[in-house]
Antibody, heavy 125, light 109 residues
């Protein structure tokens, strides 16, 4: 049962704009932080940024100048754009549902409990 | 930025053995902010542990987490064949809001 499904172009040329969209099939966007996370092949995970249902964003400073996220609550979708891509942007990109919450007065606790299937983005001329 | 360093890079063990994975933070991390994920080849990460020691829904009790301050541990009490995978720790902080360790691969000896 698909809960987050993502799509977008997998092959880009240098200087083009990466564009990915993630659709949610798990209820409301409200109450969660919808993130994009990337993973270069064979390497670790890098958080790109997040957006709420009301459009509030928070980006990783390392990518902030090139990243824009948006949300369409009517379609229950959120999107990522990364401008001016280079070979260094080659990675599997994941969308993910993030929770930040207090539990019994302690916290905040946080976790990513739902993930998209991943999209490999390659940058090549 | 809080940097998470995981060790060892690779852990070679046999089914039934105990696995102990370390995650060390460059500065103190709140115990409520530390999570662990499992990733198998070609798959997205799966949440195992949040808040240092709370198991996510459906996670077997052979997985446990502990630690505080800058030192955190994921323990798999008895490795099952499906546990051979890469494990990442992750923390929630200020800027950037989330960082991940580089991962520990648990492979079959």
């Amino acid at each position: 049962q698909v809960q987050l499904q993502q799509w977008g172009a997998g092959l880009l040329k240098p200087a083009e704009t990466l564009s990915l969209t993630c659709a949610t099939y798990v209820g409301s966007l409200s109450g969660y932080y919808w993130s994009w996370i990337r993973q270069p092949p064979g390497k670790g995970l890098e958080w790109i940024g997040e957006i709420t249902h009301s459009g509030i964003t928070n980006y990783n400073p390392s990518l902030e100048s090139r990243v824009t996220m948006s949300v369409d609550t009517s379609k229950k979708q959120f999107s990522l754009k990364v401008t001016s891509v280079t070979a260094a942007d080659r990675a599997v990109y994941y969308c993910a549902r993030g929770t930040v919450t207090m539990i019994h007065g302690s916290g905040p606790y946080n976790w990513f409990d739902l993930w998209g299937q991943g999209t490999l983005v390659t940058v090549s001329s | 930025e809080i940097v998470l360093t995981q060790s060892p890079g690779t852990l070679s063990l046999s089914p039934g053995e105990r696995a102990t994975l370390s995650c060390r933070a460059s500065q103190s991390v709140s115990s409520t902010s530390l999570a662990w994920y499992q990733q198998k080849p070609g798959q997205a990460p799966r949440l195992l542990i949040f808040g240092t020691s709370s198991r996510a829904t459906g996670i077997p009790d052979r997985f446990s987490g502990s630690g505080s301050g800058t030192d955190f541990t994921l323990t798999i009490s008895r490795l099952e064949p499906e546990d051979f995978a890469v494990y990442f720790c992750q923390q929630y902080g200020s800027s950037p809001r989330y960082t991940f360790g580089q991962g520990t691969k648990v492979d079959i000896k």
